[in-house]
């Protein structure tokens, strides 16, 4: 039948019957539905992986930052590093320009956060927490009161040796400086939707 269309084009006869334009319209539907599926996990696996990426990133420039205070002797500062934008850790230029994080903002309501495009990147200077806005929420379990969002924290492992709950730069030991989710979240997988 392919052959019998592309002799026909070639002799300038580009008229189709019904039944080869109704055959061609039905082929195509069938093809995209069935890689429509397939499409669609592959853009969440990239949201995935992207993110996942990005957190690795900076959870080993908050070990760089870690063992820069170690060599320098500076441990006992390291609290100050709390609400600082972990982004900054990171040479933008290893991320091929991260052209998703926006910078730092001052986020006061509801409505600065949704202007916000999808998968892009924000610190909150108000909260000091680095935020990022999600394509497809539906692929997480997540515990954020806003369903879109995921955000993130530098956090800071202590012993507590006077057991007071509360880091004491006299007694208490550093042993970790980490970023980490502010609400738990976990991927969802494919075949429980």
Do not use: C
């Not at 997480?140 to 879109?148: G, S, V, Y």
């Amino acid at each position: 039948m392919l052959s019998h269309l592309v002799s026909r084009y070639q002799n300038n006869q580009a008229r189709f019957s019904k039944s080869e334009v109704v055959l061609s319209v039905v082929l195509v539907l069938v093809l995209v539905l069935v890689a429509l599926p397939f499409f669609t996990r592959m853009l969440e696996n990239i949201e995935r992986t992207a993110l996942q990426q990005i957190v690795r990133q900076l959870n080993a420039a908050a070990k760089m930052k870690m063992a820069e205070y170690v060599a320098l002797d500076k441990l006992q500062r390291l609290p100050e590093q709390m609400r600082i934008n972990p982004v900054n850790w990171l040479d933008i230029r290893d991320l091929g320009g991260w052209d998703r994080y926006k910078g730092e903002v001052e986020i006061v309501e509801l409505v600065d956060f949704e202007q916000l495009g999808e998968q892009s990147w924000v610190f909150d200077k108000t909260t000091g927490r680095l935020i990022y806005k999600l394509a497809y929420p539906e692929l997480l379990i997540n515990e954020d009161p806003i369903n879109n969002r995921i955000q993130f924290r530098v956090r800071m492992d202590y012993v507590d040796f006077d057991v007071k709950g509360k880091f004491d730069t006299k007694t208490d030991t550093i042993t970790g400086l980490f970023v980490e989710a502010v609400y738990p979240y976990h991927w969802v997988k494919f075949d429980d939707r």
